[in-house]
């Protein structure tokens, strides 16, 4: 952005006949510069393009007469520019400030210990009950978990068996079968298995998360 700047201001004696920017001593010029490097930065909706067409109409006069170039004249330049094209701006923030952020150490924390406090209470229920919910309830990124840890291998249960089930079951609901509800189901029943089956063999899953 600086860079773009440092155009106009080199330009300006040229364009509305201001010496202002030649004349300055290299520590004001740099001043200068920051300041208005500064001044731009503080719109969240500003851009590079932007800064070049605000700084390009505003010292050929399209935003009214000025003897000189600083934070103050700038500002009303930004103003008037805002106010030409809020329309867009507005849904351009909104945009924004819809897209899907990413989630922050402290976010990603918090959600672990969320997934890990629901795998616990599940897992209880299973070794006080005998009865296994879903996967969905589990979060079905635990399957994959114990799979990539090598305790749930889903090559030793009956797989051909438990498909030929998912699919016996969903005929009765649906006039098509759809293979990837047959995979859901079958790693479901899978999923049952492989925590009853550790219930009973009392591993501990729960202190393995």
Known sequence: MKGIILKHLQKMEFVCGLK???????????????CLNKLFSSYGWMNES?????????????????YHVNEKNVSVWINQYYAHHQSQIVQEVQAMNQQEKEPTD????????IGKKIFRENFEYAKNTGYCVDLSQWGSNWFNKFQ?????????????EIEKEARRDLRLTNKWIDETSVLARSRNKI???????SVKNNIKLDELI
Do not use: C, H, T
Request: glycine content about 8%.
């Open 20 to 34: 202002q920017f030649k004349e300055y001593s290299q520590e004001d010029g740099v001043e200068l510069l920051n």
């Open 191 to 197: 999923w049952k298995l492989f925590i009853l089956e």
């Open 50 to 66: 932007r800064v070049d067409y605000i700084l390009y109409a505003g010292m050929r006069g399209q935003y009214g007469d000025f």
């Open 106 to 113: 402290e976010e990603i924390a918090y959600w672990i210990d």
């Open 148 to 160: 990539e840890k090598g305790m749930l291998k889903p090559w030793e249960y009956p797989v051909e």
